[in-house]
């Protein structure tokens, strides 16, 4: 839309003259001010096409002002620039109302970029406005003003209304169930339930009745009617952490739901609506999987509807004093005592690389705040730290735990993702299967499929043999190893 009336409000004069010139150069009409009253009047007198405004100006908050702006005119854009490069800011521009939010700096090009597609694009884009809550601000669940996380509140602030599936993706300890939770919280499904389910815990027998329920007796061991977690979450979210480790099998079942929109109890014959968004969540890389023939492409681009990438810590250093400054108030607010960083202990913490993330300096944070008396750490503590921390890696490969240490440690992670709840009934039979499986295939391979060998290297009778084949839907191929 050539020859626009764009309003600006902004208490920088030389914002002001930057934004009068390059869209005055576009053939738009500009006319600005310092402050938030100025605007409201031209608004209220019915100038302007377009509204550009800051979110801290003199006399008030340029975020308070969208509501008041939308409601006598629905249909007049409103862009928002803010220096407070948080996620909140972003998601309370979104929901009250603006076309879209952009964080200072900003980038002039993308700027007109935006003018133009407000001015074209036709009205009633703009997501309707929800509620935020007034301490919503003390209670940010991602810290980072970065570039990299800017782009990240941007797209969240826009997913917030919707109801789209969402795949993340971010090396371990980058906060990807933190994203998941923002995205409820904050969503249009925050009233509901946010469950989440960690695939890798779960053994490959149970996660089906573990995601959909299961009935009683549908297997041995259901003694009674267990909900799984699709039930659970009716009405909010349901997050799927480590989507990769799913089973094809299982995966085939998700396929389903996330096509027809409903599921069945493991055992049961009546169709559940599927009232749940689902956010999906991997370490992994899908694409490759999807080439081995590990992950299902069709299911990969059903879940990924929109893709996340988290960056990992080394790549947004900047945002590393704000995140320490965070964790310290935390363990304060927990009762140990306040520490700080001198300079070039915190440059320090800039050049290592951070294998584990945000999660290895949350924990490098408590440590220092629990081990060190010293209110200011300076860097020759901080040096001693991670050099331990990279001593410790070294120290992971020792000798492999046994098979006995390998599934008390799977079983431990098991329950624990359960939290205060149990898993399902017929645990004791479900997990038998799951080792049984594995075991009698490797036999069946390493006798190159020949059963009575098999038979005779396991143990069992040969009819037993065959009756555990049929059961657990193994195939036999002769001759192959």
Do not use: C
Request: aromatic letters at 6%; zero cysteines.
């Amino acid at each position: 839309m050539s020859g626009a009336t764009i309003l600006i409000a902004d208490d920088d004069r030389a914002i002001r003259t930057v934004l009068t010139q390059a869209l005055g150069r576009q053939g738009h009409v500009v006319r600005t001010t310092g402050n938030a009253a100025t605007l409201w009047q031209w608004v209220k007198e019915g100038e302007g096409d377009l509204v550009i405004t800051d979110v801290v100006m003199p006399d008030e908050n340029g975020l308070d002002l969208i509501p008041r702006i939308k409601k006598l005119r629905p249909n007049l854009r409103i862009l928002v620039m803010s220096a407070q490069n948080t996620l909140l800011t972003a998601v309370k521009a979104t929901e009250r109302g603006a076309f879209e939010y952009l964080p200072k700096p900003f980038d002039l090009r993308e700027l007109i970029s935006v003018v133009d597609r407000a001015l074209s694009e036709p009205a009633g884009a703009e997501a309707k406005a929800h509620a935020v809550d007034a301490d919503g601000e003390e209670q940010l669940p991602l810290i980072g003003r970065s570039q990299a996380m800017q782009e990240i509140y941007r797209v969240l602030a826009r997913l917030m209304p919707t109801d789209l599936t969402v795949m993340i993706y971010g090396e371990s300890g980058t906060g990807k169930e933190l994203v998941a939770r923002a995205l409820h919280d904050y969503g249009k499904r925050r009233r509901g339930t946010f469950v989440a389910v960690n695939m890798a815990a779960i053994p490959r027998e149970l996660i089906e009745s573990e995601l959909f329920g299961h009935e009683k007796g549908a297997f041995t061991g259901a003694t009674v009617r267990s909900s799984g977690r699709f039930e659970q979450a009716a009405g909010g979210t349901l997050f799927l952490d480590e989507i990769g480790d799913m089973p094809l099998e299982a995966q085939t079942r998700l396929l389903r739901v996330l096509q027809e929109g409903e599921y069945t109890t493991v055992g049961g014959r009546t169709a559940i609506r599927a009232d749940v968004r689902i956010i999906a969540a991997t370490h992994r890389d899908l694409r490759q999987m999807v080439r081995q023939g590990l992950f299902r492409e069709d299911l990969y681009y059903r879940l990924s509807v929109v893709p996340i990438r988290l960056p990992p810590l080394r790549e947004r250093t900047e945002d590393i004093p704000e995140l320490v400054r965070h964790f310290f108030a935390e363990a304060q607010d927990e009762g140990l005592s306040g520490k700080t960083l001198d300079g070039e202990a915190m440059d320090a913490l800039k050049t290592y690389h951070w294998p584990g993330n945000v999660r290895e300096l949350e924990n490098l944070v408590r440590r220092l705040a629990v081990l060190y008396s010293q209110e200011t750490i300076d860097r020759e503590v901080i040096e001693s730290e991670l050099s331990e921390g990279k001593a410790a890696e070294k120290a992971v490969a020792a000798p492999a735990e046994s098979l006995g240490a390998a599934v008390e440690h799977h079983l431990r992670s098991y329950f624990a993702a359960h939290e205060d709840g149990l898993p399902a009934s017929g645990l004791y039979d479900r997990i038998l299967r799951e080792v049984e499986r594995p075991l009698i295939e490797l036999s069946l391979s390493a006798t190159r499929g020949n059963q009575i060998r098999a038979a005779k290297l396991l143990g069992l009778n040969r009819n037993t043999l065959r009756k555990k084949i049929r059961d657990l839907d193994i195939q036999v191929i002769r001759g192959l190893k």
